[in-house]
């Protein structure tokens, strides 16, 4: 939907700086909208219809940023922490004045798919039990993993407070550290953790994968991140629509 915006804010939020940075580039008479030099910074803008130049070149405005980060062990799934480094924290430029926040949470120690955005919309639907996307794990555990773990958790796992929807458990590799992929369409504390530990196995190592049709992309060193494509953005809505 088109809204009307400051084009201050809108600046801004295109990463020209804070608001009185943005102020001073308008001022000096470096923003024309619709052919016309603009100095008034509470000057209102459809951006996505007017055709806003700053220094002379195009600006691309996006409502929404959607970013896939390949989150690293050590950092936390919060926007703000006194103590440790957030996922948040490890955006920089443009990014760091949207108000992006991560959709769900993966334990400190596990690492993977994080999807930021300020898509309060799309976060909710893809949150909602409802929705039942499912996540896609890589894991290694302490432990042989064998065919009545795969049928318990086809058939869900009773953990202390709740019994959990049938997930898929694919083995990779059965040993004394054995290898796994898990599927799951819950996201509840530790759920991995505690459904494999239930089985008497301890998890060593978590990654998260998928979440519904968005796939990690596997160039994303831990602490790497880029936006999604178009095509990706279009396949993880079709996932909750
Ligand atoms: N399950 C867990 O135990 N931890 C996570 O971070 C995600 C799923």
Redesign the pocket.
Known sequence: MEKKERIDKILSMCGFGTRKDVKKIIKEGEVMVNGEVIKDAGYHVLPEVDEILVFGETLVFKRNIYIMLNKPKGVICATYDKKDKTVVDLLEGEYSHRNLFPVG???KD?EGLILLTDDGMLAHKLLSPKSKVF?E?YVEVEGYLTQEDILAFEKGIQLEDFKTQPAELTIIESNKVSKAKVK?SE?K??????MFEALGKR?VY?K?TAIGALKLDSTLSPGEWRELTDEELKILKENVD
């Open positions: 949470r993966l334990d596990a996540k794990y799951i996201g504390f530790h759920q991995i953790k505690r998890v978590l998260r």
